[in-house]
């Protein structure tokens, strides 16, 4: 069976879009991906879309765009691993030895249908008693805090690492670093989170061109960084209530990741996680196994998370920092670690990474664990 | 109090005349596991052997948020918490029956029934909240 190989990347930067779309968005992802690729897009092969709330065959109108015809292409829906579920597919394709050269994009333009919180699909009887995602995982947050004395200052710790990594982020929706103050002192929207406690809604799309080893020999001119598992889970139907401060999903979803790459979270030197929420990043650390249970407020304290520090975590400023337009997210990690495994990222760049993971998490039906998992390992 | 008869999700929260009522949930008669919302198999042993019962009312707060900002047809702030069942069920709900600050992880809630929004004709509608065991001593 091929290798996989990520040899093109692109990103539009994330933020406010209101003169723009999410098939425009992906449109300019898409171009610099080729363009980054140095390749003449008429040796795509085929194309999977991500996006959540972009309507009917947003990928095909983006492939339109950008003179694209004829190809075999599918939208993938997997809430807020979309993105990530789409890079998943084009590299089954090439797995499967189908194809040679697959794209995978994802976009979504936020802002036109969200102001405030997200909330589950209203048929979701959590969402009939008034769940939205802040509260849920503002729940999840005084869990841990009771479970392991997390202080609410250690907590404001990951909005302040990540958006000072986004103010170094060219591409991020907030390029202002902040203090534990300010986390503090914004807007309460479900306690213990506050405003900076939250991703934003944001618009934006990223895009990766991914490729067999024959294909990545001829196109890749040595800048190809392997994609060496992109592994995807469901949660579980809990049979008994299982902890909320932990995340067997993550774990699973990693253990399955780990073992196809052939390394363990020893070998990982950075990794971009879903950090939709202050404590998420703390639950999806710690069920990679990068640290203990209980451990990560500490060591983000100590410093060890920070990009000079001893495993940097979601250098690009995380969803956080460089924004969440849903199935854009996933995408732009790949295109972060991708970035920062060539090392082209300037002033945030980590020194000599050579393991980086990508890990998303969303959606939410009731009696499961989570909706959607996935984890990428990418290997200089 | 006068509560409609009317459950705001009639398959997961049943509503009787006399203004008591309980969730809905499925039991497996195979393992014994249960499960909320209604399900067609059990995830556990994967029997389809399910039966439809009605769930305690009783159970032990997990965690909890005061909400500040939520959709249009909620208003702020409201708790919001999780409610540990003895059948193994972590069931969602808001928290009612006392100050939002006496709120605490471990107190016994109870199953309320109180008026929960209205219908799209307007007519009220009547769902849930967990309050706590010791105000409705008082």
């Known amino acids: 069976m091929t ?83 789409a890079i998943r597919e084009a590299s089954l394709a090439i797995r499967a030895g189908e194809h040679d050269v697959v794209v995978a994009i994802g976009t979504e333009h936020l802002t036109n249908q969200f102001q405030g919180a997200l909330t589950p699909d209203p048929s979701d009887p959590e969402a009939a008693v008034g769940a939205t995602m802040p509260s849920i995982y503002a729940m999840r947050a005084r869990r841990y805090m009771e479970e392991f004395g997390m202080t609410r200052e250690q907590l404001a710790l990951i909005p302040v690492k990540n958006k000072s990594n986004a103010a170094r982020n060219p591409l991020a929706h907030f390029r202002k670093a902040i203090t534990v103050e300010d986390v503090l002192q914004s807007r309460p929207i479900a306690d213990p989170l506050n405003l900076h406690d939250c991703s934003p ?87 990679l196994g990068l640290f203990a249970q209980g451990e990560y407020p500490a060591a983000v304290e100590r410093g060890e998370a920070n990009i000079n520090g001893r495993l940097p975590v979601n250098p690009s400023g995380g969803l956080l920092g460089k924004g969440h337009p849903l199935g854009g997210t996933g995408v732009a990690q790949v295109v972060e670690v991708v970035r920062q495994l060539r090392g082209e990222v300037g002033d945030r760049q980590i020194e000599g990474p050579r393991v980086g993971v990508a890990h998303c998490r969303g959606g939410k039906a009731v009696g499961i664990e989570g909706a959607a998992c996935t984890v990428q390992i990418l290997v200089r | ?115 929960f929004g209205q219908d799209q004709h307007h007519n009220p509608l009547t769902g849930y909240r967990f309050t706590p065991v010791e105000a409705q001593d008082d």
Do not use: W
């Not at chain 1, 790459?261 to 069920?287: M, N, T, W, Y």
């Not at chain 2, 605490?104 to 008026?115: D, T």
């Open chain 1, 3 to 85: 290798d996989v190989f990520v040899v093109g990347v692109g990103m539009t930067r994330f933020g406010k879009h209101p003169d723009s779309d999410a098939t425009e968005l992906g449109a300019e992802a898409l171009l610099e991906a080729i363009a980054d690729a140095g390749i003449d897009p008429r040796v795509i092969e085929a194309a999977y879309c991500g996006h959540v709330f972009q309507g009917m065959v947003t990928g095909q109108r983006i492939l339109a765009q950008v003179g694209l015809a004829g190809l075999p292409l599918a939208n993938v829906e997997n809430a807020c691993s979309s993105g990530a579920t």
């Open chain 1, 201 to 287: 809604v944001t618009d934006g799309a990223a895009a990766v061109i991914v490729m067999s080893d024959k294909a990545a020999k001829r196109y890749g001119k040595g800048r190809a960084i392997r994609l060496a598992a992109s592994s995807l889970r469901t949660g579980s139907v809990d049979v008994v209530p299982t902890s909320m401060t932990f995340e067997p999903l993550t774990a699973n979803t990693a253990a399955d990741a780990y073992e196809r790459a052939g390394i363990g979270p020893e070998d990982v030197d950075f990794c971009e996680v879903h950090d939709c929420f202050s404590i998420a990043e703390v639950l999806r650390v710690e069920g």
């Open chain 2, 1 to 115: 109090m006068t509560l409609a008869d009317t459950s705001f999700r009639p398959g997961e929260l049943e509503v009787r005349e006399d203004g008591t009522g309980n969730l809905i949930g499925s039991r497996c008669n195979s393992c014994g596991a249960h499960f909320f919302p209604v399900r067609r198999a059990c995830s556990g042993c994967l029997s389809a052997d399910l039966e439809t019962v009605a769930l305690s009312t009783e159970g032990t707060l997990y965690t909890f948020s005061i909400v500040r900002q939520s959709l249009p047809n909620f208003e702020v702030p409201y708790a919001l918490g999780y409610v540990d069942l003895p059948e193994g069920l972590r069931i969602m709900g808001q928290i009612g029956g006392c100050e939002l600050d006496e709120i605490r992880i471990g107190m016994a809630m109870v199953l309320s029934l109180e008026p």
